[in-house]
């Protein structure tokens, strides 16, 4: 007979990675008070941006038959493209059925009515919490656009807060647009000029006192162009230096920048259609160093970044990078990049967030990135272990913990 065999250390860190609940600390999802702006479901989850792209390279029709469809037209449409007429292997298609699988639902039939049958029992905030529990996700941090039409009037009215969901102030039309949002602030009585002359930059950390304060920001944030360069006279770097820094500094606000997007490089594929193109380290670099009292937060969108984005990091210990963005959410490149991360910044770092537009998307997204992370973590345990250190339970718990969310909670705790 042989002895009771103990778990590998392989198995030990897999179990607690699985098991850790996690801060998802940037997702494009709304607690579920925000009613009509909640996406969930399968035609939400078939009609994802990322499967949009996916669909219109299978079919030679003109766009705008695709945008004249309704949702569920949509969803059809993107079904029989890219899950009907071959087989869905991409990783955005594979997200879907993975979906399907952790909410229990068989898709083998290839029948999306009856997949559609599945989901009308909910409600958005009986899914909500079920979703939650099947992604073993704690707290989801949201994306909050005070400019955005639709969203505002849910804050201004107030509601019951959903206690998962915290909120980031994003000020992308702020810095990027600003004559347009100048306007916007002076209409909601703001003292504010296009030219920032007079009152407005204090006028605009005013702006931002006031909607840190109503959304309980825990960050804000902005995503920016490959173009973007620190130190330059441009209108966005004003604003950056001379409202949200110091704002950021009198609130203990960190202030989270998501580099190296091209938006509408593609204007017939709509949200669908922004790509991506190295960014400028060395800027982000200049800009920690020069505000030393503030706390940054980076990821970049090129695979080519992210080296140099590591090393910024360990150079500056008021900035933290995090997330494999968007066309990096992939299993080759979370491996490379999360490998790379930990071995030149050891737990200093939040390997991923999920940008999640979709509730259920919570599921895929986390039950595809643990098994990564696990893997990266086993092996340098494994390596650990070769030393003679060998790691407890305790410590790969607290590890872990650290790194889906919790290293990054105590870095913006003011
Ligand atoms: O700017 C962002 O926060 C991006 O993540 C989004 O704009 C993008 O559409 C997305 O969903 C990527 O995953
Ligand atoms: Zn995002």
Not at 72 to 92: G, T
Not at 301 to 315: D, M, P, T
Request: glycine share 6%; aromatic share 10%.
């Amino acid at each position: 007979m042989s002895a009771q065999s103990h778990p590998t250390l392989c198995q030990v860190v897999n179990e607690v990675v699985e098991t850790t609940s996690v801060f998802d600390i940037h997702t494009h999802l709304f607690d579920p008070a925000f009613g009509s702006l909640v996406s969930w479901g399968i035609d939400d989850l078939l009609t994802y941006h990322y499967l949009i792209a996916e669909a219109f390279r299978c079919s030679t029709e003109p766009a705008e038959v695709f945008w004249s469809l309704d949702k569920s037209q949509q969803a059809d449409w993107i079904w029989q493209h890219l899950f009907l007429e071959r087989s869905p292997i991409s990783e955005a298609c594979r997200g879907v059925l993975t979906t399907l699988r952790l909410l229990g639902i068989d898709a083998r039939k290839r029948d999306l009515p009856t997949l559609r049958k599945h989901f009308a029992k909910w409600t958005p905030e009986s899914y909500t919490d079920h979703i939650l529990q099947i992604a073993n996700v704690r707290k989801v941090c949201m994306t909050n656009l005070p400019f955005d039409d639709q969203e505002r009037p849910y804050w201004e009215k107030g509601f019951t807060r959903h206690p998962s969901f915290v909120a980031a102030l994003r000020l992308d039309p702020l810095l990027l647009e600003w004559e347009k949002t100048a306007g916007q602030l002076h209409g909601w009585g703001y003292d504010v000029r296009a030219d920032l002359s007079g009152q407005t930059l204090g006028e605009v950390r005013r702006f931002l006192g006031d909607w840190a304060l109503k959304m309980d920001s825990q960050y804000c944030m902005v995503s920016l162009p490959p173009e973007w360069r620190f130190p330059e006279n441009t209108v966005t770097n004003r604003l950056l230096q001379e409202a949200i820094l110091p704002f950021g500094r009198d609130h203990g606000q960190a202030f989270a920048m998501m580099i190296g997007v091209r938006r509408g490089v593609n204007p017939e594929l709509r949200m669908a259609g922004d790509s991506l193109a190295p960014a400028d380290v060395p800027s982000v670099e200049a800009l920690c160093a020069a505000y030393p009292k503030n706390k940054f937060i980076c990821t970049m969108l090129a695979r080519e970044n992210q080296h140099a984005l590591c090393v910024a990091a360990r150079k500056f210990r008021n900035l933290h990078i995090f997330g494999c963005w968007w066309f990096l959410n992939n299993p080759s490149l979370i491996e490379e990049i999360t490998r790379m991360r930990i071995e030149l910044l050891g737990l200093g770092v939040t390997p991923q967030h999920s940008d999640c537009r979709v509730m259920d998307q919570l599921a895929y997204k986390w039950s595809h990135s643990r098994p990564i992370l696990a893997k990266v973590l086993s092996e340098k345990y494994s390596d650990l272990s070769d030393t003679g250190w060998h790691v407890t339970r305790a410590e790969i718990e607290r590890d872990v913990h650290q790194l889906l969310g919790g290293g990054f909670e105590a870095f913006i705790k003011h």
